[in-house]
Structure formats: C-alpha cells, structure tokens
C-alpha cells in the first residue's frame, strides 16, 4: 500500500536568493531520507515560494520492509577451543540477545542475523524531517532566533503541514505540531486553508492566490513580461538571474508596465540597465531584438493585483527615477575633462601593498602590450595608448557607484574624449573574458590589453607568494589563467607563454623574479590549459588526459601550437597504428634508458638484416615526408608507416648484439626512430 506524501514549512519572507537552494535541499532531503530507509516512492514535485518551501512525493510507501539486522562476531577458532565455546563466544551471544547455539557461523567469524517486521513511515518522518532540515541549515550561514525558543532557520518559521495521505502527521518542530493547515496570499487570502490530502495543494493555493510551483512562476512571468513588451512593440531584456530572483519574489505575479523620463536616454544603455535591473529588479524594454536600441519603458512583476493598478505604476516610477538622476548627475560630471586626465588619480589607489599603485600596474600594462603587440605585427601605438587608459574609469563617479560597469565606461569616456575608435573598444574589451562561457574581446588591441593586464596579476602575485590555495584565490588568479589561454587559443595568438611570463615577472617591483618563480607560474598556467582541454568532446569522444600528457612532455609552452598538436594526437589515436606505434615507442623508451648514452651516427654498412635497412629507409622517408608538411595530423598519420618495420625490426633483430659497435648501430637506429615519433608528440604516453 502506499499514499502521497506533503512537507510545507510556511516562513516569513524568505531571502530571495535562498528561495531555490533550499527548496531543492527540502525536496532532496526527504526524498533521500524515504529512499535510504528503503521506502519506494513515485513522482516527486518542488513548490517554492518567499512564504513556504514544500514537496509533495507521490506513492510512498506505508511501510518498511522487512528488516535484516546482521552481526559478524569473533573469529571461530577465538570463540570455540575444544568444541565448546570461550567467553568471547558467549559475550558476543549475549550481547545479540540470543543462545549461542543460535549464532551461525560466515567467513571464519561467528554470524548472526535477525529479521524483522519495517517501521511504518509515519513513525520514520521525524528522523527524516531532522536529517533533512541539517542540510537546508549547511546552506545558511547565518540563521535566525525567535520568540523564546532556540532553534534557528533563515526566517521564522509560522507553520508547518505534513500529510501522509488523508492522516497528519504531527511532526514537532519551531515550537510548532504539524497540521493540514496552510495559507494562502497575505493580502488576496490571509485565512487558513485546510487541505483534506496532499494531491490538492497546488489546486488549492492557487485558488488563494499562491502560484506555488517555482519553476512554472517563472514560465508564467516570463510570458506577462513578454506579452507587456509586445504590446509596446518592444522587446524586454530578461535575464536568467533577474527572472529567478522575481520568480523568488512573489507569490502570485501580475506584470506592468511603467515609464522613466526620455532624457534620462541620454545615459549609455548599460547604465539604465545596471540601475533598474539590479538596485530595482525591473525589466528592461528594448524597440529591437538585437537589444541596440533602449526604450523608456520598463516592466516590473507586482506581487499582488491591485484595484487601482496606476498607483502601483506611479509608486514605481517615483523609486526609480532619483536612481536615475544620481546616475544622469555621474555622467555629466565625469564627462568634465578627458579620461587620460584621471590617470593622475591612479597614483593614489593602491593596487597591492607590494606591488604599488594602480598607476603603477598601468606602467607595467603598457610595456607588456607593446611587447605582445610587437610580436604580433599589431599595432603597437594603439594597444599601448590603450593600456594607458585601461584603468582611468575606475576613478570615475559612475564606476564608483556601479563597480561593474569598469571598462564598459572607461570605452564611452575614452570615446567622448576623441580618442580612436580602436583604443575605446579596447578599453571596453580589457576584463574579459570575465567568467567562464563570456567571449574574449573582439578587436585584436582589446585583446593584447586583456592579456597583458592579466598577465601582470598573474606575475606580481606569484612573485610576492600569494600564489592560489586550494581553496582561497583572492585575485582570481585561476580565472585569469583561464582567460590568458582562452584568448590565445580562440583568437589564434602565436604566443609563447613562457617568454610572456618572463616579461611580466621582470617589471614586477617587488618579490621572487627568478626561474624557481617563472617555472612555477608556466606550471599553473598548464594546469588551468589541461582543466579546459582534457575532457572537452571532439569527434564524439572525449580528449584524455594521456593526450595532454604526450604533448605536455615535449614541453610546448605556445597555447595555440599546443592545442593544434593535441587535437591531432586526439584524432591519430583512432588510427589502426595507433597502439602497436605507441607500444613500440614504450619498448624503445625502455631500450635507450637503460642503454644510457647513445649516439646519433648511423652506420648503414653495420647492418645484418634486412629489417635494419628497411626501417632506416621507412624511417627516413617519413622524416623527409614530415619535414615538407605542417599538418600535425598528417605528419602523424605519416608516422603510421612505421609500425610494420618497427615490428618487423624486434621480431628479426637482437638489439644488445655481442658486437658493441653493432649495438651501438641499432640503439643510434632505435633513438632516431624514438625521434621521430616525438616529433608532434611523445607517443609513448599514449595507451599501447
């Protein structure tokens, strides 16, 4: 037999980005908690909203089944001498509750095993509900108090519902006895629901006015919002954030839509964006679907319907429009004098104690990007003049204000002073990439300011000895690893990442700039490569960690040379030679270790069998052959020629003849042999 199952712990209004968290904590909790007990359950439904967290779970169980307590004992030959049994025999008898000739006998150990009847699940959902509520409590630092009691949750708790079926079960938690009672809306339902069994609670707080399913809110907001836009022909800039923390804001959601002043327009869109998405949680209306060009109109989601819908409309256009003016008032003061003339005011903003100013970084910025600009044939007037001006908006009223706007004003700034357009993009372009899945900057001078200011973190803080912990990165050194390689390798940059380093390590003013320092740095950096590349799906399969490693170990420190190498390894892995070239790569490697030094001269008028000649031949050909090609795929495919005479070579020839020349012959064949395969790659590394 078995019933549905519903858990509601009704709160006062819960932080919205806990809303979701908890929520799945609950729904997994309970569920984890019915299943480790070994109750079968079916479906299993979240519901979320500020005022209550609950899941419903179809199908549960009445009872437990029968249940197994087993016991492993002493050792036989410890509990029995002379066929009776010692004292540690009869203690572990007694203590199992039974005589000794009951306890069987499993492994060389005395055994005993006991069955009985499963609890039913109405006694086991106070264990459950504890377990579960321990978890939800991990999510919170910081819990609340109330009323006279002790315990704690992230808001008080007003009420708590459990229906095991049509039965309550009188759960006792929060100073509270769990009942069939819920409620509705605080405003459109205040009063008491009383639910007559678990299939009718989503019916039923919809009725008061509670759309309790999280993620179908979400859908019904997003449609309200996109149904308020089309009608002003519009088109509303909804964010996944934005949309789930509204969603974990109301309970019954009604959209509108409200107005700011049109010469507040005059302000960059990503201002108006910053200021009424996140301070106000409202939605922004653009007039095309490429988001270009921004209206006056926003939408917001009310959490309740009012009679008189224009006093909501007013209230939130009032809130809206100081934040508007203050930022309107940021603009036009910044706009006084040119960006370069905020660059004085960088001397005073410390970067790091050890490592100066941010006027002082902002030195180091331009000569790393002249240098990578050099050696890209780039435009070095215009990525240095760039870099001079990276960080001059971080001094600005409105980056103040809105410290995530940095760059993105610098760009307006810089393009409001007269400065090309190539430098003003740059500036806009520097942070990223700023996360994972965001792109790289766009313009070839955005991306050498982008490296080089990463570049100059990453060397300034390894070189004072705050490099990454396992589980503290202050400066987001991982992610600027991460954005080094992935401009190298998306923007196709022939940059060697060691000569980089060494550069940036050199114009650091404080700290260890030596080659321990810059050995370390290139190691981080290859870490934070393999985390990108080993994994990734090419061709359907996967790239492996042994691919990674045959070409890491022919120490290839240019990114971009490192990740053509690896996919063409990746792709020669599924070629029939593969394993057999690979395998007799190991047995060479093993060969020429333990014959130590060996030369390189080939005496072709030392060898005894034709498999000498033939693989001297087929290795030389595939040499010329690979010397003409800059394919790494092909060059390996080239390489595939070598297996049979290879083969042919250990079958026909004994490498450790009596003759010393003569073996020094074949170990000098051996090692070019050993050459040529590791000219993409060690071969070796790979399985074989």
């Given at each position: 037999?078995?019933?549905?199952?519903?858990?509601?712990?009704?709160?006062?209004?819960?932080?919205?980005?806990?809303?979701?968290?908890?929520?799945?904590?609950?729904?997994?909790?309970?569920?984890?908690?019915?299943?480790?007990?070994?109750?079968?359950?079916?479906?299993?439904?979240?519901?979320?909203?500020?005022?209550?967290?609950?899941?419903?779970?179809?199908?549960?169980?009445?009872?437990?089944?029968?249940?197994?307590?087993?016991?492993?004992?002493p050792a036989l030959k410890a509990a029995i001498k002379d066929g009776q049994p010692t004292p540690a025999g009869l203690g572990f008898a007694k203590s199992c509750g039974v005589e000794f000739s009951d306890l069987g006998e499993k492994d060389g150990k005395l055994y005993?095993?006991?069955?009985?009847?499963?609890?039913?699940?109405?006694?086991?959902?106070?264990?459950?509900?504890?377990?579960?509520?321990?978890?939800?409590?991990?999510?919170?630092?910081?819990?609340?108090?109330?009323?006279?009691?002790?315990?704690?949750?992230?808001?008080p708790v007003q009420w708590l519902c459990c229906l095991f079926g049509t039965d309550v079960v009188p759960l006792q938690r929060f100073g509270?006895?769990?009942?069939?009672?819920?409620?509705?809306?605080?405003?459109?339902?205040?009063?008491?629901?009383?639910?007559?069994?678990?299939?009718?609670?989503?019916?039923?707080?919809?009725?008061?006015?509670?759309?309790?399913?999280?993620?179908?809110?979400?859908?019904?907001?997003?449609?309200?919002?996109?149904?308020?836009?089309?009608?002003?022909?519009?088109?509303?800039?909804?964010?996944?954030?934005?949309?789930?923390?509204?969603?974990?804001?109301?309970?019954?959601?009604?959209?509108?839509?409200?107005?700011?002043?049109?010469?507040?327009?005059?302000?960059?869109?990503?201002?108006?964006?910053?200021?009424?998405?996140?301070?106000?949680?409202?939605?922004?209306?653009?007039?095309?679907?490429?988001?270009t060009q921004l209206t006056h109109a926003f939408i917001t989601v009310a959490n309740i319907e009012s009679r008189d819908v224009t006093q909501v409309i007013t209230g939130n256009e009032r809130v809206v429009?100081?934040?508007?003016?203050?930022?309107?008032?940021?603009?036009?003061?910044?706009?006084?004098?040119?960006?370069?003339?905020?660059?004085e005011t960088l001397e005073t903003v410390t970067f790091q104690k050890e490592l100066g100013t941010t006027a002082a970084k902002v030195g180091r910025i331009v000569a790393l990007a002249g240098r990578i600009a050099e050696t890209l044939g780039a435009d070095v007037t215009a990525a240095r003049r760039a870099a001079s001006l990276c960080k001059n908006d971080l001094v600005t009223k409105m980056v103040f204000e809105f410290p995530e706007l940095q760059g993105l004003m610098g760009g307006y700034y810089a393009s409001k002073a007269g400065e090309p357009a190539a430098v003003a993009t740059a500036i806009r372009e520097h942070y990223l990439p700023t996360?994972?899945?965001?792109?790289?900057?766009?313009?070839?001078?955005?991306?050498?300011?982008?490296?080089?200011?990463?570049?100059?973190?990453?060397?300034?803080?390894?070189?004072?000895?705050?490099?990454?912990?396992?589980?503290?990165?202050?400066?987001a050194l991982r992610r600027a690893a991460l954005g080094v390689l992935r401009i190298c390798l998306e923007a196709e940059l022939p940059l060697d990442l060691v000569?980089?380093?060494?550069?940036?390590?050199?114009?650091?003013?404080?700290?260890?700039?030596?080659?321990?320092?810059?050995?370390?740095?290139?190691?981080?950096?290859?870490?934070?490569?393999?985390?990108?590349?080993?994994?990734?799906?090419?061709?359907?399969?996967?790239?492996?960690?042994?691919t990674f490693e045959a070409v890491r170990a022919l120490g290839i420190t240019q990114p971009l040379d490192f990740r053509r190498r690896l996919l063409a390894v990746h792709s020669f892995a599924t070629h029939a030679?593969?394993?057999?070239?690979?395998?007799?790569?190991?047995?060479?490697?093993?060969?020429?270790?333990?014959?130590?030094?060996?030369?390189?001269?080939?005496?072709?008028?030392?060898?005894?069998?034709?498999a000498e000649k033939t693989l001297q031949a087929q290795i030389d050909a595939v040499t010329a052959q690979n010397?003409?090609?800059?394919?790494?795929?092909?060059?390996?495919?080239?390489?595939?020629?070598?297996r049979e005479p290879i083969d042919a070579f250990f079958d026909g020839v004994m490498v450790n003849a009596e003759d010393a020349v003569v073996r020094a012959n074949r170990l000098a064949l051996l090692a070019r042999f050993d050459a040529a395969c590791r000219a993409v790659a060690d071969l070796s590394q790979l399985p074989g």
């Open positions: 037999m078995s019933r549905a199952l519903l858990l509601e712990i009704g709160t006062e209004d819960l932080p919205a980005r806990y809303v979701a968290p908890l929520s799945a904590a609950l729904t997994r909790g309970i569920g984890d908690g019915l299943t480790k007990r070994g109750l079968g359950h079916g479906a299993v439904e979240s519901f979320a909203t500020p005022r209550r967290l609950a899941v419903l779970i179809a199908d549960v169980d009445e009872q437990q089944p029968m249940q197994t307590q087993e016991r492993l004992g005993f095993a006991r069955q009985s009847p499963g609890k039913a699940t109405a006694e086991l959902l106070a264990d459950i509900f504890e377990d579960t509520l321990k978890q939800m409590d991990e999510l919170v630092p910081k819990r609340m108090r109330w009323g006279n009691g002790d315990e704690t949750f992230v808001r509270l006895s769990a009942g069939r009672l819920s409620y509705g809306h605080r405003f459109h339902a205040p009063a008491a629901i009383e639910l007559t069994e678990p299939a009718a609670y989503a019916d039923a707080l919809r009725a008061a006015h509670v759309w309790a399913d999280l993620a179908s809110r979400k859908a019904e907001i997003r449609h309200q919002i996109e149904k308020q836009a089309a009608a002003m022909h519009g088109h509303a800039r909804i964010t996944d954030d934005l949309l789930e923390e509204v969603a974990a804001l109301v309970e019954w959601p009604v959209a509108i839509t409200g107005h700011f002043e049109e010469h507040f327009l005059e302000l960059p869109p990503e201002v108006i964006v910053a200021t009424v998405e996140t301070n106000q949680r409202y939605f922004t209306v653009f007039s095309d679907v490429a988001q429009r100081p934040r508007l003016a203050d930022a309107l008032f940021f603009w036009q003061q910044d706009l006084k004098q040119p960006l370069a003339a905020y660059g996360q994972q899945g965001t792109p790289i900057p766009a313009t070839r001078e955005g991306q050498i300011v982008a490296l080089a200011d990463k570049l100059d973190t990453l060397a300034g803080i390894f070189a004072i000895g705050q490099k990454p912990t396992a589980s503290k990165d202050p400066f000569e980089m380093l060494r550069y940036a390590l050199e114009q650091q003013p404080a700290g260890k700039r030596d080659a321990a320092t810059l050995s370390e740095l290139v190691d981080f950096v290859q870490e934070r490569l393999r985390a990108y590349l080993v994994g990734q799906e090419i061709d359907a399969r996967t790239i492996a960690s042994e030679a593969a394993p057999n070239l690979a395998a007799a790569n190991k047995r060479v490697r093993n060969i020429l270790k333990q014959a130590g030094d060996v030369g390189d001269a080939i005496d072709a008028t030392r060898f005894e069998h034709d010397a003409q090609s800059t394919d790494y795929a092909q060059q390996l495919v080239n390489l595939a020629a070598l």
